[in-house]
């Protein structure tokens, strides 16, 4: 997605040779036209699937999620980042690593939310590892439901998660391919 990169050239920071900060494009601040776009293009790649329902983990993953729901007239669901030690028995939960936190956090998603009967596309901002994409993917295998692919808006493909991805045989789309971040600058690939 062209526009997206010259958004990324522009707007985006090298942090360190692993982390890109994005505040103003994903994860503090949105633009509605630009995120709209993003939708149009993941309900695009994604139409005539039988989806029923787009999910995300929360912050940063819900704007273009819902840009893409919106798009494809499904329902948005999200998992949520729990914070409290309290056991939730109506809820799925899955541990995972948090790349920018260094912690580790919960993604919890109340059972209610997900069934056998639906096929789930899973959009998301960004993927490193994809510790946060595998745990809400066992999320979505302990419910019954089916996943249909997983959207991304920018892979940083010199780390290892969306190839793992590729490799378990999900069909993984993403809007820009990052292949370095060395020396302060952004490559892209392609
Ligand atoms: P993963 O679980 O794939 O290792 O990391 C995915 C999550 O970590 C993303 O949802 C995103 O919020 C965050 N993340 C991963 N890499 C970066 C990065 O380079 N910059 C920012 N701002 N967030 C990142």
Same mark, same amino acid.
């Given at each position: 997605?062209?526009?997206?990169?010259e958004?990324?050239?522009?707007?985006?920071?090298?942090?360190?040779?692993?982390? /890109?900060?994005?505040?103003?494009?994903?994860?503090?601040?949105?633009?509605?036209?630009?995120?709209?776009?993003?939708?149009?293009?993941?309900?695009?790649r994604?139409?005539?699937?039988?989806?029923?329902?787009?999910i995300?983990?929360e912050?940063s993953?819900?704007?273009?999620?819902?840009?893409?729901?919106?798009?494809?007239?499904?329902p948005?669901?999200?998992? %949520?980042?729990?914070?409290?030690?309290?056991g939730?028995?109506d809820?799925?939960?899955?541990?995972?690593?948090?790349?920018t936190?260094?912690?580790?956090?919960?993604?919890?998603?109340? %059972?209610?939310?997900?069934?056998?009967?639906?096929?789930?596309?899973?959009i998301?901002?960004?993927?490193?590892?994809?510790?946060?994409?595998?745990?809400?993917?066992?999320?979505?295998?302990q419910?019954?439901?089916? /996943?249909?692919?997983?959207?991304?808006?920018?892979?940083?493909?010199?780390?290892a998660?969306?190839?793992?991805? %590729?490799?378990?045989?999900?069909?993984?789309?993403?809007?820009?391919?990052?292949?370095?971040?060395?020396?302060?600058?952004?490559?892209?690939?392609d």
């Open positions: 997605m062209e526009i997206l990169k958004r990324i050239l522009k707007e985006a920071s090298v942090i360190n040779a692993g982390v /890109l900060k994005l505040d103003s494009l994903l994860n503090h601040s949105v633009d509605p036209q630009l995120t709209m776009e993003m939708g149009k293009e993941f309900a695009l994604f139409a005539g699937e039988p989806i029923t329902k787009v995300t983990v912050s993953g819900i704007p273009v999620a819902f840009a893409t729901a919106l798009q494809l007239g499904v948005l669901v999200f998992a %949520r980042r729990k914070k409290t030690l309290i939730e028995s809820a799925y939960c899955e541990r995972v690593p948090s790349f936190k260094g912690i580790v956090t919960d993604l919890i998603v109340s %059972r209610h939310l997900l069934s056998e009967n639906d096929t789930v596309l899973f998301d901002d960004i993927i490193a590892n994809g510790d946060a994409a595998r745990g809400l993917i066992k999320i979505i295998e419910s019954g439901a089916k /996943l249909n692919g997983i959207g991304i808006v920018i892979e940083k493909s010199f780390q998660g969306g190839k793992a991805l %590729r490799e378990l045989g999900y069909r993984v789309e993403t809007l820009v391919k990052i292949q370095s971040l060395e020396n302060n600058t952004i490559t892209f690939e």
